[in-house]
């Protein structure tokens, strides 16, 4: 990790979370496909050793070249870039990207008016926001995450059975939906022997009550042995979890954005989604899977069993979805749309505050 910025450094993604969020995945996939074509560094703990990456305190002492872009994604991110600009006179100019499905507070919208530029990753985000912005919606690696071989054959080789398999991948908490998703298989499972639920994810410390609730309702049920939680698994890891299934069931109440629907299709799994988030942008109804209310058992169950009591139908919407991420979520397009912002903004355009 260099102690200085190289004046060939044009970018700045700030990193100031330790534990593993959302953000911090979006960075870590983001940049060394970034860096292929702009001078990009991350800075800030908890990132991978594959991102190119620099201290904080190398940031704070930077000097020379012309202006760099500071990409901001978090409000202590925006914080931080007006300090460096306005208090320590660093030649930046500040990107913020929102993926808020809703609306900000006085303190996010007076953070987000010193900005040069935003980015917004979906037309819903963009509706909250009160100045015009650029919709970059993410991207996907299709090339880490592909459809296997043969789907049978790698569920043995992860230690799982042949039996067709649903999934719901995430933290695990009320705001997740995974309290729906595990009450919608306790009525589609017993209907449907030969399929099997996973629930892989981590609960965090006071989200662990709900996550032993969950369980207990499963062992009453005696559906222990169908309806399985897994843990968490590394980023890295997880395309070949999305390979083991035939359809991802994304239950959540609320979603800032939410990937794991573009990971799911890119891996030719289809997909049932609440309409939250972005999920509405990504999945195409009746073409990818389906879209059902958030919270809602009946519909989420009904749409369940429709889909797996169809192979036809798994396997038509399973080509699609691989499809429909190739032409429209490959990662190299949202890398390239961002780079193209931050030229423009090296360039001398928006240049509003």
Known sequence: MPETIDNRIEVIAPNLKRRLSGVTATIARLLPVQAQSIGIVATGPGLPAHVPCVPLRSVILMSGRGYRVWHARRNTEMLLGLVLRHVLRKRLKLVFTSASQRHHTRYTRLLISGMNAVVATSRKSASYLRRPSHVIIHGIDTGMFRPPPDRRAHRRSLGLSENVTIGCYGR??????????????????????GVTALVMGRAAHKHVPFLQGLREKVTRAGLQDRILFLPEVPVEEMPRWYQALDLLVAPQRWEGFGLTPLEAMACGVPVIATTVGAFAELVVEGETGRLIPPGDIDRMRAAVATAIASSATLQQWSTAARRHVEERFRIEDEAAALNALYRSLLDGGEDRP
């Open 172 to 193: 695990i908490r009320r705001q997740k939906g995974t309290d729906v998703f595990v009450d919608a298989m306790l009525e589609v499972l017993p209907q449907h022997t």
